[in-house]
């Protein structure tokens, strides 16, 4: 068979697949989702997904909601908005960092259509950005690695190498660092929000090279079943509480809270007052939660990091405070200087003490 | 930078592991296109056998009966396809396809409840006295019992292809179906044969992924692994041989990328994330220099009338 005809009727068959979708109905505000991965992932898009559901529970009949999951970040997410936007939907939530710049270009042809890019920086008159500060959570997460680790080694599955991903790192490590002096990070870069696969074999290869804690900030819960089997490894919920693998090896999660916001957002829509704005909550406004700390975690650390979360959540201390150096050497916050967060939103650096260069 | 920390043996041993699923799929899929047969819905079959074998491993308590369930499961979905191109004649590649799209969404319907469901454990076999032999020994022969099946059907599927007069046919039927047809041979019957064949296998390998490797059942777990399957049967110019070096290539690349990164080998990480795809291709490309084509009649449909 030749190439051509192979990808025309690959063409088709995918665009007779996507055509399916629901056809929009008289009266009612449709809501679209173009999801990273599948709505069963256990993480990321399990917890949009339950955002979705809220604004239907919300809305009840005022609303339809569409969602198209596994979508790639890349030109093919750009046909999916696209075919939303020609669907009839009046907002559409586009929940991955990667779906930036085709966010913006679909929305620059449909300027009815409100966007909402998550995770993402750059805005137009219809598109806003959300995002929680996920970071918040990650110092939590990183005071208790920094007291469970045994071998001082904790290990860090990072997807790809975009300041959301940098400031859960370096945010993880400071306070890690704080209450456990010789800790040491070793960073993997799996290169793909959703492959449990790929992600099982780097929270085993991280094991083997002697890491007794794993984080991830990868989607699925594979790396935790992989420790489960490795026995002895901590680990945290990432996205999702994954409440199923607790108490061990899952002790403790950052969950990500978007049913309130997208309700939110939803009512702006219907009530005509929607305008772009730039969203960025934590663990105070309830964006960010934190899991339940598992009973294999001391409860002396179990305090010691409640006490962070509320400091956290009432605004009595910011994770990134100084004094604060770049990996580098160079000094990055003085003593009591708090990042700002035009900073945070573009970090591109290690803070001192990490190992290792940040791919560019 | 620490190299001492990766431990050889244990990445060997993982790359094994990791080159497994996607041997069993492509031998199967090999051995559909050498009967003239493109089925694109690796993807699907895989990942249907996944769930399929995940639930009735977890149900039975026997990961042996899930293992056997995944390869039922990977057959039954691809007679799906083989009705549709085999006598319905189906355009292969749109049914392939679609086959694709379906497995993904029954085996999400089917997992629903299997999330965060720990599987019985497969036990690893050591092979008596072989398991001893200094650095190969774990290395080769203290897997888990799948890893020696995929290996020991590698070799089978080369010796019936090659020596046995059932592989002379298969291999007719998928170069030209109109001259074996002529010879009185049942084109269709043989095809569908394979096909069901490709199925279990690929359900095998789907199964490998949820039971052993990672293990665990989440939607959409294979991620993409049936495609590179298929795009390694026709980098190793349709020879079984070259899928397993293919296979353990690209398996280990990737573990070993994974290793260096952890042991903060200063490559630059991108490099390394897209060596297991580079390196596999390449391989393969210089391998195939001899010129070995495709089956004549793959992805051609047969009907005794035309």
């Not at chain 1, 960073?187 to 929000?193: E, G, K, Q």
């Not at chain 1, 309830?286 to 409640?306: F, N, R, T, W």
């Not at chain 2, 497995?103 to 089917?110: K, N, P, V």
């Not at chain 2, 630059?268 to 994330?273: G, Q």
């Amino acid at each position: 068979m030749k190439l051509t005809k192979l990808l025309t009727t690959a063409a088709i068959a995918l665009g007779l697949a996507t055509g399916a979708m629901a056809e929009s109905h008289g009266g009612k505000t449709k809501v679209g989702f173009v999801f990273v991965g599948p709505v069963g992932d256990g993480g990321w898009t399990y917890e949009h997904n339950k955002g979705r559901l809220a604004v239907e529970a919300e809305f009840g009949d005022k609303v339809e909601t569409v969602f198209v999951e596994n979508v790639p970040e890349g030109p093919d997410a750009e046909r999916v908005m696209t075919q939303m936007a020609l669907d009839g939907a009046k907002l559409i939530f586009t929940t991955s960092f990667g779906y930036m710049d085709p966010t913006l270009n679909v929305a620059k042809k449909f300027p009815k259509v409100k966007f909402e890019h998550a995770t993402g920086y750059k805005r137009d008159t219809n598109v806003s950005t959300y995002s929680a500060r996920f970071y918040e959570g990650r110092a939590v997460q990183g005071t208790i690695a920094g007291h469970l680790t045994k071998s001082n080694i904790v290990g860090y599955i990072g997807s790809y190498p975009i300041p959301e991903v940098i400031r859960g790192i370096n945010s993880a490590y400071i306070h890690a660092k704080k209450v456990n002096p010789d800790v040491q990070f070793k960073i993997v870069w799996a290169y793909t929000w959703f492959d449990p696969a790929k992600e099982a074999d780097a929270a085993k290869v991280l094991i083997e090279q002697g890491a007794d804690v794993i984080l991830q900030h990868t989607d699925s819960t594979a790396p935790q079943a992989a420790a489960q089997a490795a026995g002895n490894v901590y680990t945290f919920g990432q996205a999702s509480d994954m409440a199923e693998y607790g108490p061990m090896p899952r002790v403790s999660s950052i969950i990500d809270n978007w049913a309130p916001y997208y309700i939110a957002r939803t009512k702006a829509v219907m009530d005509g007052t929607w305008e772009s704005v730039d969203t960025w909550d934590g663990i105070g406004k309830g964006m960010v939660g934190i899991g339940e700390i598992s009973s294999a975690v001391p409860a002396d650390v179990k305090a010691e990091a409640l006490a962070l979360k509320d400091a956290i959540a009432s605004g009595a201390y910011a994770p990134f405070t100084g004094p604060l150096k770049k990996q580098d050497g160079s000094d990055w916050l003085a003593d009591g200087e708090t990042a700002d967060d035009g900073t945070l939103a573009g970090m591109n650096f290690y803070v001192e003490g990490i190992e290792g260069t940040i791919p560019n | 930078m620490d190299i001492s920390s990766i431990n050889p043996i244990l990445l060997l041993a993982s790359l094994i592991v990791a080159a497994t699923p996607l041997l069993l799929a492509a031998i199967g899929e090999l051995v559909v296109e050498k009967a003239g047969v493109l089925n694109l819905g690796v993807e699907g079959m895989m990942i249907t056998g996944a769930i399929c074998g995940f639930a009735i491993a977890v149900n039975t308590g026997s990961p042996v009966l899930g293992l056997a369930a995944a390869a039922v499961g990977g057959a039954v979905l691809s007679l799906l396809f083989a009705l549709l191109t085999q006598y319905a004649l189906a355009n292969q590649v749109a049914s392939g396809l679609a086959l694709t799209l379906f497995g993904l969404g029954l085996s999400a319907l089917l997992g629903q409840g299997y999330q965060g469901v720990k599987p019985p454990a497969f036990p690893q076999v050591d092979i008596p006295l072989l398991a001893d032999i200094p650095v190969l020994g774990p290395i080769l022969f203290t897997q888990d019992p799948v890893v020696y099946l995929a290996f020991a059907m590698t070799a089978a599927t080369w010796a019936v292809l090659k020596y046995t007069r059932a592989g002379l046919i298969l291999r007719a039927v998928g170069e030209n179906h109109d001259a074996a047809h002529a010879l009185g041979y049942k084109v269709v019957r043989i095809r569908v044969l394979a096909i069901l064949f490709g199925g279990a296998c690929a359900g095998l390998g789907g199964a490998y992924i949820s039971l052993i490797r990672v293990p665990q059942w989440t939607e959409g777990m294979t991620a993409g692994i049936g495609w590179i399957a298929l795009a390694l049967v026709v980098f190793a110019s349709w020879k079984p041989w070259r899928v397993l070096l293919g296979a353990c290539l690209f398996g280990g690349v990737n573990v070993l990328q994974l290793n260096l990164q952890a042991a903060g080998v200063a490559i630059p990480v991108e490099y390394l994330a897209m060596s297991p795809y580079l390196i596999t291709i390449l391989v393969l490309v210089i391998m195939s220099a001899d010129r070995s084509s495709a089956p004549a009649a793959l992805g051609r449909s047969f009907h005794a009338s035309q």
